[in-house]
């Protein structure tokens, strides 16, 4: 069993960066997908970013590439969600996931695990 923690969040202007962290306790992170989803107020969690840990191949959609990165980390064990150019559409509670089963990595039932999640908010 993995336990997971987000942290990192908090409130930022348009423009600007956060990095969060996803830490894993209990089983470390080895050769499964880690991913970062969001759900904001009144809708359903969003795909935000995904990383295959074994070949570390990333995985984003439309609406963060090119602003934001995600990353493993091994020597703090965690996986982190650096995020830039922030936009007050990105407000929402961001939660990591584990998955180690079949299922597409940007579908929320995939994932087996997830944290509590941070709360990220970008005033405008």
């Known amino acids: 069993q993995v336990q997971l923690a987000e942290s990192g969040g908090g409130l930022v202007q348009a423009g600007g960066s956060l990095r969060l962290s996803c830490a894993a306790s209990?089983?470390?992170?080895?050769?499964?997908?880690v991913g970062w989803f969001r759900q904001a107020p009144g809708k359903e969690r969003e795909f935000v970013a995904a990383?295959?840990?074994?070949?570390?191949?990333?995985y984003y959609p439309d609406s963060v590439k090119g602003r934001f990165t995600i990353s493993r980390d091994n020597a703090k064990n965690t996986v982190d969600l650096q995020m830039k150019s922030l936009k007050p559409e990105d407000t929402a509670v961001y939660y990591c996931a584990r998955k180690i089963g079949r299922g597409a990595y940007w579908v929320p039932r995939s994932f087996d695990s997830w944290g509590q999640g941070t709360q990220v908010t970008v005033s405008s």
């Open positions: 990383i295959e840990l074994s070949s570390a191949t990333t």
């Open positions: 209990g089983r470390t992170f080895s050769s499964y997908y």
